[in-house]
């Protein structure tokens, strides 16, 4: 990456795609933005970079490199690995990693919790411009969309019906279609996987919950 595109790049601001961190110091902080990052559709986190934008640079662009690729190997499962990149800028480095849209979805952040040293995970995935915590739906979602098994799909009475609750309210989520077919939300979270699988409805979430639209 040139320093002119670098700087473009900052200049659009946080994103979805887009994290910066002024320094790399804690391991979880940092697999909780990649992990997000590649469990959504990529792009790139930026290491001597305020939250503002300003510009500070690294100290050190080996022991950045070294904590960063540390992270993506050690603190992640599946592991990821990292694709990093220095660009000077205004005399200051800056570590550039980019984070593919993963083939091997859920990404998950794994630790080893103070509590008794038990081991524990989280899922995250990208918000706008905040890294969140992702629901069993759409931990669901991404582990059926990994898969390579063929989807059979049949539209019954049950897809109907939310088909038509859909298109007079615009949305709905799982409680909403396990009542109006009066099935458990465990089995209407199955059917609505499938149908985001088959590409007839979307998966959505505004950090609170999930919900579903038609495609």
């Given at each position: 990456?040139?320093?002119?595109?670098?700087?473009?790049?900052?200049?659009?601001?946080?994103?979805?795609?887009?994290?910066?961190?002024?320094?790399?110091?804690?391991?979880?902080?940092?697999?909780?933005?990649?992990?997000?990052?590649?469990?959504?559709?990529?792009?790139?986190?930026?290491?001597?970079?305020?939250?503002?934008?300003?510009?500070?640079?690294?100290?050190?662009?080996?022991?950045?490199?070294?904590?960063?690729?540390?992270?993506?190997?050690?603190?992640?499962?599946?592991?990821?690995?990292?694709?990093?990149?220095?660009?000077?800028?205004?005399?200051?480095?800056?570590?550039?990693?980019?984070?593919?849209?993963s083939n091997h979805k859920p990404h998950k952040v794994k630790l080893v919790s103070d509590d008794f040293h038990k081991d524990y995970d989280k899922t995250y995935i990208r918000v706008g411009e905040k890294s969140i915590e992702a629901s069993r739906e759409?931990?669901?979602?991404?582990?059926?969309?990994?898969?390579?098994?063929?989807?059979?799909?049949?539209?019954?009475?049950?897809?109907?019906?939310?088909?038509?609750?859909?298109?007079?309210?615009?949305?709905?989520?799982?409680?909403?279609?396990?009542?109006?077919?009066?099935?458990?939300?465990?089995?209407?979270?199955?059917?609505?996987?499938?149908?985001?699988?088959?590409?007839?409805?979307?998966?959505?979430?505004?950090?609170?919950?999930?919900?579903?639209?038609?495609?």
């Amino acid at each position: 990456m040139k320093p002119k595109e670098l700087l473009n790049l900052i200049s659009n601001g946080e994103s979805s795609s887009l994290e910066f961190k002024r320094k790399s110091t804690n391991p979880e902080k940092i697999a909780k933005e990649i992990v997000a990052m590649a469990n959504t559709k990529g792009g790139y986190l930026l290491v001597g970079v305020d939250d503002d934008g300003k510009i500070y640079g690294i100290d050190s662009e080996k022991s950045e490199s070294d904590i960063v690729e540390k992270t993506c190997l050690f603190y992640i499962e599946p592991p990821i690995e990292p694709k990093i990149e220095i660009v000077n800028v205004y005399d200051k480095d800056v570590l550039v990693l980019y984070v593919d849209n993963s083939n091997h979805k859920p990404h998950k952040v794994k630790l080893v919790s103070d509590d008794f040293h038990k081991d524990y995970d989280k899922t995250y995935i990208r918000v706008g411009e905040k890294s969140i915590e992702a629901s069993r739906e759409m931990r669901r979602l991404m582990k059926s969309q990994s898969d390579d098994k063929p989807l059979k799909l049949s539209i019954g009475e049950n897809e109907k019906r939310l088909f038509q609750f859909l298109e007079i309210n615009e949305r709905a989520t799982v409680k909403d279609f396990a009542k109006i077919v009066n099935i458990s939300n465990r089995r209407a979270e199955r059917l609505l996987i499938r149908l985001v699988r088959a590409g007839v409805i979307q998966i959505h979430n505004d950090s609170h919950h999930d919900y579903f639209t038609l495609v």
